[in-house]
Structure formats: structure tokens, C-alpha cells
């Protein structure tokens, strides 16, 4: 246990360059005395890492380090090489240079390792888009990603979102300034992360931004700003403001997938089994469980059951024989 955190500890300095005790501490799950003992073992062990003292300092390792590839094990290179997102590189423009970096990776393994990552390579494969999938052209994605690159402020115009969206209250304004910060790609969907210029974070679905225009001013970003950490964030607070509409079905087995249960289903006999879910809104509800033909029925709640039974009854009329 504790060779793995020296080897996340190695790497994250290696990665993210100088930090402070309480930094390594919270990225690790330990104490700050924890990972003092733990930089004085690598210091030990010939690790170039050394401590910057007084306001602003941390540790850091000595320029131009790099640790080799040879202590990650067999199960940690399966998900590095299984995990590869295909459609988000090409948007990027980086598949090539990811398949060269695989190869590099590859060779630089040790030989009973290197034969794990061409295993894992050649029998799985995960591919993040539906059957329906409907993927948005990042129309914007090169100018944001320059943008986020070189540090450089956009001016962009943001347009009105058609539904629910973890975006924000700037949609219709005119050209405003903001600090972009980063890039997130969730399942078929690009979003940037930006600071406006009161200092607040948003997210902007590049979809829907109608204009962006790359300036010269550029923008120091902030140093205790992590992405992941804010994405994160972010999607907690959407989830929580999300309106909710729970329900109560029965459904055959083939359509339990149309729906995202909220609790273990309970079999009802016969291929049909009793779910919980949360829409958002009756309309909502109503519709998936017409689109369903049958294969669903409601239990709970009781205003739904009249909404079905209305719309079956407009239907029956609609289509009945003259």
C-alpha cells in the first residue's frame, strides 16, 4: 500500500510540478506527517525531490527528472490502455499522436507487462456513444483549445440553451470576456470551463456558443484551480438543482434499460420487474412510458396513471377505424 502512494506521490509531483505539504496531503488521503515521511523516503531512495522554503514554496523534483514506466503493474497498464477515449483525441486532433505515444508507452514496458497491455488492447474496446448517437461538431473546439493553450482571453457571444443544461446565466448577452481555463468532453458533448471577469467559473456547452474571437490579453490562471475538482463540483450542484419527478413501474425486461432505476429492481414474475426512477417533470414521464408500447406500466404516482390514461384514450380515438 504504501509503494503505491510513493509511486502517486513520485507522479504527482512529476506532474503537477512544485506543491505544498497540505496539497500532497489532500491529494493523497493522508496526514501532511504522512507525507513527510514518505518525501523523506524518496529522498532516501535517490529521488531528486527537494523543498523550497518560506511564502509560496513546496516541494518539487529537480528539473528535467522523469521516473520510468516499470512500477506501474499489470492491472494499472490494462486500464491505461483500455481506457483511451478514441472520438475525443480525433476531436482534438490527437489520434495519431496518441496511437504513436501507445507504441512508445508500449515499448518502454517491461516484457511480462508489455505483454498485458497488448492483451488488454486486442480484447476490449470502449466505445462512449449510443446507438442514436448524435454527436455535436465542436465548431469552436481548435480556437478554445489554442485559447486554453497560450492563456489567452475569448471574447464569445453564448446563445439560449433548448433545455437543462449544467451551463450558465450568461446565454444572450453580447460579447463578453472570459479566462478559459479548460476543455471537458462528457460522453459526445465538449464544454469550456471559463473565468469571467469577476473572477466566477461557468461552463459553456461549445454548441452554443455563437461566436468566439481569440485576443491578446492574456490571463495568469489560478494555481489552486483543478478541473477535475471543479467538474466534479459542478456536476453535484446540476444534480442537485435538477428538478425531480419520481415514479413507480412495471416494466418487461427488455425496456428496463429505457429507464435509470434509483433503487435494486424487485422481480414481479413473468419477465417484468418493479422499478423506482426520477424525471424530471410529469410530460416527461408521461412520454417515456408511452414510448414504451406496453412494456411499461405505472404505479405510483397517482397523477401520472390519469395522465397515461388520458393520452391512451386521445390515442385509441385518434386511430379507430371509420
Given amino acids: 500500500m504504501r509503494a503505491e502512494r510513493l509511486l502517486r506521490l513520485l507522479l504527482h509531483l512529476q506532474?503537477?510540478?512544485?506543491?505544498?505539504?497540505?496539497?500532497?496531503?489532500?491529494?493523497?488521503?493522508?496526514?501532511?506527517?504522512?507525507?513527510?515521511?514518505?518525501?523523506?523516503?524518496?529522498?532516501?531512495?535517490?529521488?531528486?525531490?527537494?523543498?523550497?522554503?518560506?511564502?509560496?514554496?513546496g516541494w518539487a523534483l529537480l528539473p528535467g527528472y522523469r521516473t520510468r514506466l516499470t512500477g506501474l503493474t499489470p492491472s494499472e497498464v490494462m486500464s491505461v490502455f483500455v481506457g483511451a477515449t478514441a472520438h475525443v483525441l480525433a476531436d482534438l486532433g490527437l489520434d495519431a499522436s496518441s496511437e504513436q505515444a501507445v507504441s512508445k508507452l508500449i515499448a518502454a514496458l517491461p516484457e511480462n507487462t508489455r505483454r498485458e497491455a497488448e492483451y488488454a488492447r486486442q480484447r476490449v474496446l470502449i466505445d462512449h456513444a449510443g446507438w442514436d448517437d448524435r454527436r455535436e461538431t465542436p465548431h469552436w473546439l481548435d480556437l478554445c483549445r489554442q485559447a486554453v493553450w497560450e492563456e489567452r482571453r475569448l471574447a464569445i457571444t453564448y446563445s439560449e440553451p433548448p433545455d437543462p443544461a449544467p451551463c450558465t446565466p450568461d446565454a444572450g448577452r453580447g460579447p463578453f470576456a472570459v479566462s478559459p481555463l479548460g476543455l471537458v468532453a462528457k460522453a459526445r458533448t465538449w464544454y469550456l470551463?471559463?473565468?469571467?471577469?469577476?473572477?466566477?467559473?461557468?461552463?459553456?456547452?461549445?454548441?452554443?456558443?455563437?461566436?468566439?474571437?481569440?485576443?491578446?490579453?492574456?490571463?495568469?490562471?489560478?494555481?489552486?484551480?483543478?478541473?477535475?475538482?471543479?467538474?466534479?463540483?459542478?456536476?453535484?450542484?446540476?444534480?442537485?438543482?435538477?428538478?425531480?419527478?419520481?415514479?413507480?413501474?412495471?416494466?418487461?425486461?427488455?425496456?428496463?434499460?429505457?429507464?435509470?432505476?434509483?433503487?435494486?429492481?424487485?422481480?414481479?414474475?413473468?419477465?417484468?420487474?418493479?422499478?423506482h426512477a426520477d424525471l424530471e417533470n410529469p410530460h416527461e414521464a408521461r412520454a417515456a412510458v408511452l414510448a414504451q408500447a406496453g412494456a411499461a406500466q405505472v404505479l405510483a404516482p397517482p397523477e401520472l396513471i390519469a395522465l397515461i390514461h388520458e393520452a391512451a384514450i386521445q390515442l385509441a380515438n385518434q386511430h379507430c377505424q371509420r
Avoid at 507525507?35 to 511564502?55: N, W
Fill in 15 to 57: 506532474t503537477r510540478g512544485q506543491t505544498t505539504v497540505d496539497q500532497l496531503s489532500q491529494a493523497m488521503d493522508v496526514s501532511p506527517r504522512t507525507i513527510q515521511r514518505d518525501l523523506e523516503v524518496l529522498s532516501l531512495a535517490g529521488v531528486p525531490v527537494y523543498s523550497i522554503r518560506g511564502r509560496g514554496g
Fill in 193 to 275: 470551463v471559463a473565468a469571467r471577469t469577476d473572477g466566477r467559473l461557468r461552463t459553456y456547452r461549445l454548441s452554443r456558443l455563437t461566436s468566439a474571437e481569440l485576443t491578446t490579453d492574456p490571463f495568469t490562471r489560478p494555481r489552486d484551480f483543478d478541473l477535475a475538482t471543479y467538474w466534479a463540483q459542478s456536476q453535484r450542484e446540476f444534480h442537485a438543482s435538477r428538478p425531480s419527478y419520481p415514479i413507480v413501474l412495471k416494466v418487461r425486461d427488455h425496456a428496463v434499460r429505457r429507464f435509470r432505476p434509483i433503487e435494486p429492481m424487485v422481480p414481479a414474475g413473468d419477465g417484468w420487474w418493479i422499478l
